[in-house]
């Protein structure tokens, strides 16, 4: 059974930091794309960053760039989101998503999220 548990959300004050986990089972995490994403309320679903299957690249919003870090133990099968400076806009849902593309087949599975919140 395919599965991937986020947690580390929490509230947290106008720069502060955070990381996130997401911990996957039942796939073979080391084939896959790693992505984070957030949705805040009465907003569309933002792609926060992206580790390719060795971590050798990563890639981030703009809105997030400079400020968050995107790594991931292929050993421990555990996606991380390092957040740093964070903002009140930042306030979101936050939810881990692995991909696979294969000639056949597309894999894509999702986490439910963890909350963060930026407030004083």
């Known amino acids: 059974q395919v599965q991937l548990v986020e947690s580390g959300g929490a509230l947290v004050q106008p720069g502060g930091s955070l990381r996130l986990s997401c911990a996957a089972s039942?796939?073979?995490?080391?084939?896959?794309?790693l992505s984070w994403y957030r949705r805040a309320p009465g907003k569309e679903r933002e792609l926060v960053g992206t580790?390719?299957?060795?971590?050798?690249?990563?890639t981030f919003a703009d809105s997030v760039r400079g400020r968050f870090t995107i790594s991931r133990n292929n050993a421990k099968a555990t996606l991380y989101l390092q957040m740093s400076s964070l903002k009140p806009e930042d306030t979101a849902l936050y939810y881990c998503?692995?991909?696979?593309?294969?000639?056949?087949?597309?894999?894509?599975?999702w986490g439910q999220g963890t909350q963060v919140t930026v407030s004083s």
């Open positions: 039942g796939f073979i995490f080391s084939n896959y794309i």
């Open positions: 998503n692995a991909r696979r593309r294969t000639l056949l087949k597309d894999y894509d599975y």
């Open positions: 580790i390719t299957t060795t971590g050798g690249v990563t």
